[in-house]
């Protein structure tokens, strides 16, 4: 069963109050996408990322699964791992990301493989996950999604899939270089990880002059690294909320000193949808 865990409740209840006392014309929402929005585990099982839809597929090479694989299980225990430095797993987050992007194309990835793996795979939203998309839809309020996928043209699929594409969605997430014939031939830059999403500016978005005037913030993700999305961002009031999915005896008191709000066991969104609420 999952916890949800405020870490420093009266600070909590002030910021919380100052959010909610300045309405939703003042606030907007930075999210990560993949077990963020999507669940980690499905059946006692690891969830398929949007990457590992098609890791996981028979879409590429023949060795690309493998391969694949195999960058997982070297890189994946240093992502989660808490006794690591931040410098260091930045440097070995970018070196998996490079390396993947790089057998992507080796391995023949085109747009017309995302399409497919969009349409033949689903992915699991968190229970609440769409309620919380509509609430935001109804009151304006601009969520910004900052996405380390590997595929990121395929978060926007997924979103219309569902029906959920909203005009108030904007994604910053890696996009691939197609040549003509729509093959991958490279990934734009920057790239973005786990570790390196205070790198990533939201200036560059149509929205931005408009987050400006909304100071009030909600941030959600799954990793410490998420945290780095709010840097260089002149907010006013910030409550974060993290996702805690695994290793929680090892992790808990970490995302408890750095999140206000940690909600453990690949929990749901309805703390967070309740919280919307209170804005009425």
């Known amino acids: ?22 309405g ?3 606030f907007h929402i930075l999210a990560d996408f993949d077990l963020t929005l ?12 949007v990457i590992a839809q098609l890791r996981d ?19 994946h225990p240093i992502e989660i791992n808490p006794t690591i430095s931040a410098k260091e797993k930045a440097k070995k987050m970018e070196e998996w990301w490079i390396t993947h992007f790089k ?13 497919d793996v969009v349409n033949k795979k689903d992915i699991l939203f968190r229970g609440g996950a769409f309620e919380f998309l509509d609430i935001l839809y109804k009151y304006h309020i601009p969520l910004v999604i900052i996405s380390s996928s590997g595929l990121g043209e395929a978060i926007p699929m997924y979103f219309e ?3 959920k594409l909203y005009d108030n969605i904007h994604i910053i997430s890696n996009r691939f270089e197609f040549d003509e014939s729509g093959k991958v031939v490279g990934v734009k830059e920057p790239v973005i ?15 931005y002059n408009e987050l400006l005037k909304r100071k009030n913030v909600l941030l959600l993700g799954d ?10 961002f002149d907010y006013n009031n910030l409550i974060s909320v993290g996702f805690l999915n695994e290793n929680i005896n090892a992790n808990l008191e970490r995302y408890k000193k750095n999140f206000d709000v940690v909600i453990t066991d690949d929990g749901d969104f309805y703390w967070i949808n309740n919280f919307l609420r209170e804005f009425n």
């Open 1 to 22: 069963m999952s916890e949800i865990i405020i870490s420093r409740p009266e600070e909590f209840e002030e910021k919380k109050k100052k959010i909610i006392q300045n």
């Open 24 to 26: 939703f014309s003042n």
């Open 38 to 49: 999507t669940k980690a585990f499905v059946d006692g099982q690891k969830s398929h990322s």
């Open 57 to 75: 597929g028979n879409y590429l090479s023949p060795d690309y699964a493998s391969q694949a694989h195999a960058l997982f299980d070297k890189y």
């Open 103 to 115: 057998l992507l194309v080796e391995c023949g990835l085109e747009k017309k493989v995302i399409e």
């Open 161 to 163: 899939k569902k029906s």
């Open 193 to 207: 990880h786990v570790m390196n999403k205070s790198e990533v500016s939201v200036k560059g978005l149509p929205i």
């Open 223 to 232: 990793s410490l690294g998420d945290l780095g999305m709010i840097e260089g």
